[in-house]
């Protein structure tokens, strides 16, 4: 299937590689040294200090992992990944398909599929879908192992 990309701006650009906030489109800073309540680290992140809004650091290349999000994204990002990295990692399908399948259900490219550039509707989205993929795959490995 072949996608047709539409015309970003480069507003758009700077807030998909985590340099521009999303809600109040200011320069986000990098800061080192962030402390993460979740993990209970500390971590480099790149951050919008008017809206607290961050997104963590690749720990090699310091690339921003996705755009910046506020508490509840974050949050939602979390629970999209707990349930759609499950997928893959039992082995129901490999991490290429899965993205591969994700990005079909939301009908956009395996490339824009990516839960850190996700804001909220998507991610809850993106949970949902993932969780109704497991539970049916779970019922077909059901009817599999008691047809036997």
Request: glycine share 4%.
């Amino acid at each position: 299937m072949k996608f047709d990309r539409p015309e970003t701006s480069l507003l758009d650009r700077r807030i998909a590689q985590g340099y521009v906030c999303v809600y109040c489109h200011g320069w986000t800073r990098r800061k080192h040294n962030h402390w993460h309540q979740a993990t209970q680290s500390s971590r480099s992140v790149q951050i919008c200090i008017p809206c607290n809004a961050w997104v963590g650091l690749h720990p090699v290349t310091n690339v921003p992992l996705g755009v910046v999000a506020d508490v509840k994204t974050r949050n939602a990002r979390s629970k999209a990944h707990d349930a759609f990295d499950a997928i893959w990692k039992q082995g129901i399908l490999s991490r290429k398909r899965a993205y591969f399948w994700l990005s079909e259900q939301m009908v956009t490219t395996p490339e824009m599929t990516h839960i850190g550039c996700s804001i909220s509707k998507p991610v809850s989205v993106s949970v949902k879908l993932a969780t109704r993929l497991s539970v049916k795959i779970s019922k077909i490995d059901l009817k599999l192992t008691t047809a036997h």
